[in-house]
């Protein structure tokens, strides 16, 4: 892979105006936002088609959300189905052996009602990954697999690149941006040199797939993960919800002189029956993945035209199940700033946001995840176990600090991550959740973000609806603006307030104040009120500039 900067012969017009190089979670996320906002664009992946191996898990109730505005977590929903009961985690000595251990995964799921409508989901990414294709497809996304990216150069205007067909034919392609999505060995991340930060790589492992029929060992048990240790083997098992196959995944050392070719089918099968516990149960090695748990955060996220995301611009180690979140979530950062970028309503710097964004939170995230190996690994000190957050503040509970956030005056600053539910609606935080009233039908404030700008005006806030049109004209941006009111019934055109939670939860908003939230359902700005009459325009105006890197 080789790369360069400004020597390459530029073609008259993009191909599309961003490739996205892999297509794994982060990269069809990527292109399934992107096409959400009507970015025409392309994902080349080398691989024929999307994941065999089962690979990620676990997807966090704000991953849900993120999935819900671009019309994928319902049908996600509904295919993770067969695996709503695997919530528990254990450690066994097999499958048919002792429990050691047993606890419920998210415990108090049940009781997130007040701060989101979606819920943990389960569902393995060779099953996810189809899905997020589709949608993506619908959406006019071009997806291209079976071709990978043999080199690319960048110039002030954008980004040229040279694709392979992998039958020895090679084609240029142009895009202004270009968006590396291609795992943890990153080949746009190594040719731009970029260097990583963290504890590096801490172990060697292999996914082992496999087939058997793990029903009478199981019985009506079902778990989301066991923790497997006996004398033959030690790992981690993941059960399918036909519960005719699963993933099992162990170490091994190669400074011992082990490698991934000592995995032989053979021995891969005898690991299995020794996780499950029953000699002579039939296994069937479908594939193997091999992976190296690692904490490594890139050191620039953003570099001229190119961008990376995902595990080429992070890896984090599995306990905890960060990894893929924190990559889709990073695609739903970035997939906005480019739309308004190439459509030419925003400056350059608005994408040049997305590292001062994300790449404290891949950093914090990454962290985490170590911290979640100490402590289910049992040598985590007591300050390692005070410093582990749980899953639902580490994905939810993230505070943004950039030229995309109009802080206020007199605004703290908050950490990179804190409790959601202490958060209240600080600009650089996600827009609180509540369930409001539309025309006498329940709305989720969440359902109200996803595309453009939303103003939200308090309950005499109207002169805001105002400011809110003349900042669309100026600007050339469309700002949807509604007054929310306290009650059952806000009238025409205005959103009601029936548990009169809607202010407290947005920082206790005057009558006169607003909020502004962003197309990520990130707050923006926020307004007490403005101090004079038509002061609102001018202050939403400005506000609108900043974020757009347009001042």
């Not at 966090?60 to 509904?78: C, F, H, I, K, S």
């Not at 497809?137 to 040279?162: C, I, K």
């Not at 805001?464 to 700002?479: D, K, T, Y």
Request: aromatic share 6%; charged share 25%.
């Amino acid at each position: 892979m080789t790369s360069s900067s400004g020597s390459a012969p530029v073609p008259d017009a993009p191909d599309a105006p961003v490739l996205i190089i892999g297509g794994s979670l982060t990269g069809l996320s990527t292109a399934l936002f992107l096409a959400h906002h009507g970015v025409p664009c392309t994902l080349v992946e080398r691989h024929p088609g999307t994941s065999i191996h089962p690979r990620a898990v676990g997807y966090y109730p704000r991953t849900g959300e993120l999935l819900r505005q671009a019309g994928v977590e319902d049908v996600a929903v509904r295919e993770a189905e067969g695996f709503r009961t695997h919530r528990t985690r254990a450690g066994v000595t097999s499958l048919a052996g002792e429990v050691l251990f047993s606890k419920e995964e998210l415990e108090g799921d049940d009781e997130l009602g007040d701060l989101t409508p979606s819920r943990l989901l389960l569902l393995p990414q060779d099953r996810l990954e189809p899905l997020l294709r589709d949608r993506a497809v619908a959406l006019g996304a071009d997806l291209r697999f079976g071709t990978e990216l043999l080199s690319f150069a960048e110039d002030p205007d954008g980004v040229t690149a040279v694709l392979g067909d992998g039958a020895g034919g090679t084609r240029s392609f142009r895009s202004s941006y270009l968006v590396a999505c291609d795992g943890p060995r990153s080949i746009v991340r190594e040719a731009l040199k970029v260097p990583r930060q963290g504890r590096g790589v801490l172990s060697r492992h292999v996914s082992i797939a496999f087939g058997a029929d793990l029903r009478p060992v199981l019985g009506e048990r079902r778990y989301s993960v066991v923790h497997v240790k006996n004398d033959q083997v030690t790992g981690i098992l993941v059960h399918d919800d036909t519960l005719t196959g699963g993933t099992l995944i162990v170490g091994y050392r190669s400074e011992d002189g082990e490698s991934l070719e000592d995995f032989t089918d053979t021995r891969c099968a005898e690991l299995v029956r020794a996780a499950v516990g029953s000699p002579g149960v039939e296994v069937t090695i479908r594939s193997r993945f091999p992976w190296d748990m690692a904490e490594q955060v890139a050191e620039g996220f953003v570099h001229g035209r190119v961008l990376l995301a995902g595990d080429a611009a992070h890896v984090i180690p599995p306990t905890g199940g960060y990894g893929a979140n924190t990559g889709i979530a990073d695609a739903h950062n970035l997939a906005w700033k480019l739309a308004l970028v190439v459509e030419g309503v925003a400056g350059a710097g608005l994408a040049e946001t997305y590292d001062a964004e994300r790449r404290p939170v891949g950093t914090y995230t990454a962290e985490q995840g170590s911290l979640q190996l100490a402590v289910r690994s049992g040598s985590a000190t007591e300050e390692q176990r005070a410093a582990a957050a749980d899953a639902v503040t580490v994905t939810t509970g993230q505070a943004y600090r950039s030229a995309a956030v109009v802080g206020e005056p007199e605004g703290a600053d908050l950490p990179v991550v804190s409790d959601p539910r202490a958060l209240r609606g600080e600009p650089g935080t996600r827009a609180p959740y509540a369930m409001l009233s539309r025309g006498g039908d329940p709305v989720s404030t969440l359902d109200l973000f996803g595309r453009g700008f939303v103003l939200l005006a308090a309950e005499r806030g109207g002169p805001w609806l105002s400011a809110a049109a003349a900042a669309s004209a100026e600007l050339g941006l469309e700002v949807t603006a509604r007054r929310v009111v306290p009650g059952a019934d806000g009238g025409a055109g205005t959103l009601a307030d029936p548990d009169g939670r809607w202010a407290e939860l947005y920082g206790g908003l005057r009558p006169e104040g607003a909020v502004l939230v962003r197309p990520d359902g990130f707050v923006a700005w926020r307004s007490v009120g403005a101090d004079r009459e038509s002061a609102e325009a001018a202050a939403l105006t400005a506000a609108l500039r900043t974020i757009l890197a347009r001042e």
